[in-house]
């Protein structure tokens, strides 16, 4: 601890004598300052023991010490010590009185004192304290390395805890908590997602202090990474600000989850370049070589149904929106023991998840986010640039390059009906009407209808109607001729008509299907 008054008053070589303030002598002393001005304040900055012997005081004047000891009071000096031998026999009653009324401790100094003795005794506290506070932080940065060596993570924070009496948290990239110490430190931990949150968008390194009446204790936040983007966060939890001895532990135990987080990145690439084999190995049709190369990295994800997912930018380059798409696709399956593969593609992203797993689920809540986004203001993202994604149906490792044209479908629809995430099995269970709403299919039906509205337009017959009526019935003459109100030799000239001016029989079943479609279209507009 650092020197106080009381210690100074119990120090055996400086006899000195309190005569003021005596409940206010636990107080820390930051140093020892001579000054014999009548107003030393402004050369003050908070924490002093003012030594003084009156010279230029009129110690005797109440009024005048009142004013003298209330600026001392106010600029946070933290005790007066007035030598009796020197100007004054004994120290004034106006000076005892003026420091009783501010709460000030006074201490008498007697004559074989010097005030060099007293700055000796404070600093020779000082720099055992500072000693003490290396000595513990040097023992605290070798704890902590022993426990990241044999322990990992958890033994860290286990480590940092203990030293700064209070309690450590470790979050993900995505900002959920991955280890807390102690235990139940982890509700607690799990409460400051949103401010680990802000700390993630600032530049790394960066920290941010949580404090105030809504929290139950002083909470530091430190971001981890050497990368623009914080991979990982630190939250240290105490009554009160770290000390000098605290505060070594806390930048080891940051230093030494960077190097952790640093580590598992390299190991991430390299299993990124594993994860490329195996899925090149799978959509080449060779599940069994992917296997023997995937071994327990991702065995267990190719021994059970899977997802194919392919997502890109609607821009068509890779970019912070599918890096944001694998950290929660990749941070869910880790917080859940799932396996995954994540794959950069060119200018595309593709992973394999287990189906119904937390990786899927992740990656449809990041899509609906992403939605949801997209039609606000502010957030300034112009469509084009946003993230497209598409998700096959359950599928294993024989059929992988089917699973990967699926998601490759799904992919295409969400770009131009203008959504963020489609799953194949949303379009194998709707209706294919919605497809025609496309412009090409729409010049299409328009060009090959073209000449039957022209004919129809000059008033000689109704074959549009008649044709849609006649398909609508399956080629059922009487059916079709009743649904029009006209006679099924008319009827039978119309389509007779409709084959002469489109030059196509009605016969054939990709004509009708053709016409049917197309009519389908414009009627849709």
């Known amino acids: 601890m650092p020197p106080t008054l009381a210690s100074l008053v119990h120090h055996s070589a400086l006899k000195l004598t309190v005569r003021a303030g005596e409940d206010r002598l636990d107080v820390p002393v930051r140093w020892a300052h001579v000054s014999e001005l009548a107003d030393p304040v402004p050369y003050m900055e908070g924490g002093e023991l003012l030594l003084i012997t009156a010279l230029k005081l009129d110690a005797e004047d109440p009024e005048a010490m009142r004013r003298y000891v209330r600026r001392l009071a106010g600029a946070g000096v933290v005790g007066l010590g007035f030598a009796v031998g ?6 004034p009653k106006a000076l005892v009185d003026a420091c009783a009324q501010e709460g000030l401790p006074l201490l008498e100094v007697p004559r074989r004192t010097p005030f060099l003795a007293i700055s000796k005794a404070v600093s020779a506290a000082i720099a055992a304290d500072q000693y003490r506070a290396v000595t513990a932080g040097f023992a605290a940065q070798r704890e902590l390395t022993r426990q990241a060596l044999n322990s990992g993570p958890e033994g860290v924070l286990g480590a940092l805890a203990a030293q700064v009496d209070g309690w450590a948290a470790l979050y993900d990239a995505s900002g959920a908590v991955v280890a ?19 700390l993630r968008e600032r530049p790394a390194p960066a920290s941010s202090v949580v404090g105030g009446p809504e929290h139950e204790d002083r909470v530091e936040l430190h971001s981890l990474g050497t990368g623009r983007r914080p991979r990982a966060a630190l939250a240290v ?3 009160a600000a770290p000390g000098t001895a605290e505060r070594y532990a806390v930048h080891s135990a940051i230093a030494l989850l960077t190097l952790t987080t640093e580590r598992s990145r390299s ?26 190369v ?14 194919m997912i392919v997502a890109e930018s609607q821009s068509g380059t890779a970019g912070e929106p599918l ?3 694998a950290e929660a696709v990749e941070a869910a399956a880790a917080r859940s023991g799932e396996a995954v593969l994540v794959v950069p593609e060119g200018e595309r992203l593709v992973a394999l998840a287990a189906d119904g797993g937390a990786a899927v689920a992740a990656c449809a809540a ?38 990967y044209k699926q998601a490759e479908q799904a992919l295409s629809v969400a770009r131009r009906r203008g959504r963020v995430f489609v799953e194949h099995e949303q379009l194998a269970a709707g209706s294919v009407l919605p497809l025609l709403a496309d412009d090409a299919v729409k010049a299409f039906a328009d060009g090959l209808l073209r000449a039957l509205r022209e004919h129809d337009a000059t008033g000689r017959g109704d074959l549009v109607a008649s044709l849609r009526a006649w398909l609508s019935r399956h080629g059922q003459w009487d059916a079709a001729a009743a649904d029009l109100g006209v006679h099924r030799h008319t009827l039978r000239y119309r389509m007779r008509r409709v084959e002469e001016i489109l030059g196509r029989s009605l016969d054939d079943p990709d004509v009708r299907m053709e016409l049917w479609l197309a009519l389908k279209a414009t009627s849709a507009e």
């Open 267 to 292: 190991l991430h690439a390299a299993e990124q370049r594993v994860g490329t084999a195996v899925l090149r190995m799978l959509l080449a049709g060779e599940p069994d070589h992917a296997r023997a």
């Open 366 to 403: 990041y899509a609906a986010a992403r939605e949801a986004e997209r039609g606000t203001p502010e957030q300034g993202r112009a469509d084009e640039d946003d993230l497209v994604v598409g998700l096959s149906a359950p599928s294993g490792p024989i059929a992988a390059a089917a699973a």
């Open 237 to 239: 939890g105490t009554a």
């Open 294 to 307: 995937a071994g327990d990295l991702y065995g267990g994800l190719l021994d059970a149904p899977f997802r």
């Open 323 to 325: 890096g944001e798409l």
């Open 86 to 91: 020197v100007n004054y026999d004994e120290i």
């Open 180 to 198: 807390a110490a102690p235990e139940w430190a982890g509700r607690r931990a799990a409460r400051l997602t949103a401010e680990v949150e802000r």
